[in-house]
């Protein structure tokens, strides 16, 4: 047995990424526009942001510069 909601968000979800792609500035507006179930939308919403932050890496690397932060670092760090 399968919720009506995930399978519609699964056979989605495809498109969803690739509308991104295409839109990357406007598509939440435009995907809403779009999907008639605001349910559907928002687990939509939930799954991409599920994705995005599992596969996201930090984009900053923090360079301790004195030896108080590099002692806070490794201990952070243990």
Do not use: G, Q
């Not at 687990?43 to 806070?72: G, Q, R």
């Amino acid at each position: 047995m399968v919720y009506e909601i995930d399978f519609s968000c699964a056979l989605l979800i495809p498109f969803v990424k690739d509308f991104i792609k295409k839109h990357p500035m406007s598509w939440m507006e435009l995907l809403k526009s779009i999907l008639c179930n605001d349910a559907v939308y928002n687990m939509i919403l939930l799954k991409i942001d599920d994705n995005s932050l599992a596969s996201k890496k930090p984009k900053t690397k923090v360079n301790p510069k004195t030896a108080k932060e590099i002692e806070l670092r490794n201990k952070l760090l243990s």
